[in-house]
């Protein structure tokens, strides 16, 4: 069983960074895919990054690509999600999710673990 807690949300000006963790409370990270999400008011999750268990490969969607980089700490048991020249659009709530060592995936199904997700406010 993996618990995942996510931190590093906030309120950041059009164009600003922040940097999002995805840490297992419980459980290691070590094994498994691991894959960013997001929500907006009104619209569906959906997902945008992901990392391969081992680190070597990411996939992100045309919305981030160019401006959000996903990295691994294997000492820390911490997936990163750094976020640069966000935009307005960017708002949500956002989410990483743990799965197998399959391959990546934009799916939600695919993967077992969600974190509570935190809030990214791009405002200014």
């Known amino acids: 069983q993996v618990q995942l807690v996510e931190s590093g949300g906030g309120l950041v000006q059009p164009g600003g960074s922040l940097r999002l963790s995805c840490t297992a409370a419980?459980?290691?990270?070590?094994?498994?895919?691991i894959g960013w999400f997001r929500q907006a008011p009104g619209k569906e999750r959906e997902g945008f990054g992901c990392?391969?268990?081992?680190?070597?490969?990411?996939i992100y969607t045309n919305a981030v690509r160019g401006r959000f980089t996903i990295s691994r700490n294997y000492g820390e048991n911490t997936v990163y999600l750094q976020m640069n020249n966000l935009k307005p659009d960017d708002t949500a709530v956002y989410y990483c999710?743990?799965?197998?060592?399959?391959?990546?995936?934009?799916?939600?199904?695919?993967?077992?673990?969600w974190g509570q997700g935190t809030q990214v406010t791009v405002s200014s």
């Open positions: 419980r459980g290691t990270l070590d094994d498994l895919t």
């Open positions: 999710a743990a799965g197998p060592p399959l391959g990546l995936s934009f799916r939600a199904n695919f993967y077992n673990y």
């Open positions: 990392v391969s268990s081992s680190g070597g490969s990411t």
